[in-house]
């Protein structure tokens, strides 16, 4: 005997339409069966079934069972860092059915292979972290979706299924880090009030205020240091605000530049800056070609062998040759992984290389640190902005995969149930 066909999923999206079908699934419980052939009878026979008036009926018997319905399946928001644990919300279904059928269970749904993130107490609905969530690197627990089962006791047990998000927010719990543990610069005798002389630079994987970074600048040694040199608490620029005297050659300025977060509590963190007079002559490299804007990389990009940017330098005469390196800081957007490698080339140029494959749902943005330096021993740094661009490289998850119902004889066209998937690129579902 030919199978035959009973369920289609209609799929429709830009224009595009997807027809599929599946199998049936067959009943062969005997309770069934027999409530199939019940159902079956005559419309006399069953008047002939049903109690006279005046007797009241067996509502259990009569009762058909219906699927429960959630009531209360909201989003919700929880802190980072929370115990295990730690309530979250409560979900709510209900079901109309009386005795067993209008019972109703929960239990969260996941896959075999997904870690165990939450609990539900099957009897309330109350919903507990099973783990501690870190919203920062390297975890980026920020977006989660949790989905719920309720199910009654009757027979056959009918269920229900919502899914609903959960916001982890993020806590002041990280200080600012420096992209270098100390700064060492050098700065010619004669050089001009208000001349830009190094940048500080640090970063905070905190979000919001918790990671708007203020800096400033103290003396280390000597509180006089702090006349000639003064920081901007944006830009982390440093520059020069007083001309330094002829007998200050070969003097170092010690300072302390300070990061601080815009958190309640805030966080600080320190960097030593030691900047050295040097005479006039011993003048630093100069950068001639730097990009002047932020450059594109698609995340799929793979050509380890071809140049993404190519930088030049040049020194002063008496010391014309520079020497290049690249800077690695202390979080993954900074080169801390070694993402990017540095290949330095004849007549002060140098080309910088992909050393390692690029994920847009770890690291989006780059900025790579670029020193040159010449026989002096003295350097001047530039910075090279990178953005990695979305690749469609993720597979739709499935969040709710639910049971449904038809009665018989039902038309065609009559709605089934629903299906929902999100694509974690873009945390939205469809």
């Known amino acids: ?65 219906t699927r429960p319905t959630f009531i209360k399946c909201n989003e919700t928001s929880i802190p980072e860092g929370e115990n295990a644990g730690t309530f979250v919300t409560k979900v709510e279904a209900y079901d109309p059915d009386q005795g067993p ?62 899914t609903f998000s959960v916001t982890i927010t993020d806590k002041n719990d990280n200080a600012p880090i420096f992209d270098k543990n100390d700064y060492r610069e050098t700065i010619p005798q004669d050089s001009k ?14 979000e919001g205020e918790n990671a708007r970074i203020t800096y400033s600048l103290r003396a280390n040694r000597d509180e006089s240091d702090l006349d000639y040199f003064q920081i901007d608490p944006q830009s982390g620029f440093i520059k020069l605000v007083k001309a330094i005297e002829a007998e200050k050659v070969d003097y170092q300025f010690e300072l302390v530049a300070a990061a601080r977060d815009g958190g309640t509590p805030s966080n600080e963190t320190t960097a030593q800056v ?22 594109d990389i698609e995340e799929s990009f793979n050509d380890f062998g071809r140049p993404i940017v190519t930088l030049r330098a040049v020194s002063n005469i008496e010391k014309p040759v520079v020497y290049f390196s690249l800077v690695n800081g202390q979080t993954e957007d900074t080169n801390k992984e070694e993402t990017f490698r540095l290949v330095e080339r004849a007549n002060g140029t140098m080309d910088i290389f992909l050393a390692r494959k690029l994920d847009y749902e770890t690291v989006s943005n780059y900025q790579l640190n670029i020193r040159v330096q010449n026989d002096f021993d003295v350097s001047a740094e530039t910075i090279v902005r990178l953005r990695v661009l979305d690749s469609n490289d993720e597979i739709p998850s499935f969040i709710d995969i639910e049971s449904g119902s038809v009665l018989e004889n039902s038309a065609v066209q009559t709605f089934v149930l629903r299906i929902r998937a999100i694509d974690k690129r873009w945390n939205i579902s469809e």
Request: hydrophobic content about 35%; proline content about 6%; aromatic content about 8%.
């Open 1 to 65: 005997m030919a199978s035959r066909y009973y369920f289609c999923v209609n799929v429709r999206t830009k224009g595009w339409s997807i027809n599929e079908i599946f199998k049936p699934y067959r009943l062969s419980d005997p309770q069934l069966q027999k409530q199939k052939m019940v159902n079956s009878e005559s419309p006399e026979a069953r008047a002939a079934s049903m109690p006279s008036r005046g007797v009241t009926p067996n509502p259990t018997a009569a009762a058909i069972n």
């Open 101 to 162: 059928a209008g019972k109703v269970r929960y239990e969260i749904i996941r896959s075999q292979s997904a870690e165990k993130q939450f609990n539900v107490n099957s009897y309330t609905g109350e919903i507990t972290t099973a783990k501690v969530f870190d919203r920062d690197e390297p975890k980026r627990e920020k977006l989660l979706y949790v989905t719920v089962k309720a199910v009654d006791e009757g027979f056959p047990a009918l269920d229900v299924l919502c």
């Open 193 to 206: 009030v208000n001349q830009t002389v190094m940048r500080v630079a640090a970063t905070d994987i905190d």
């Open 274 to 295: 030691n900047i050295k007079v040097v005479s006039s002559n011993r003048r630093a490299p100069e950068f001639t070609e730097v990009p002047d804007h932020i450059i």
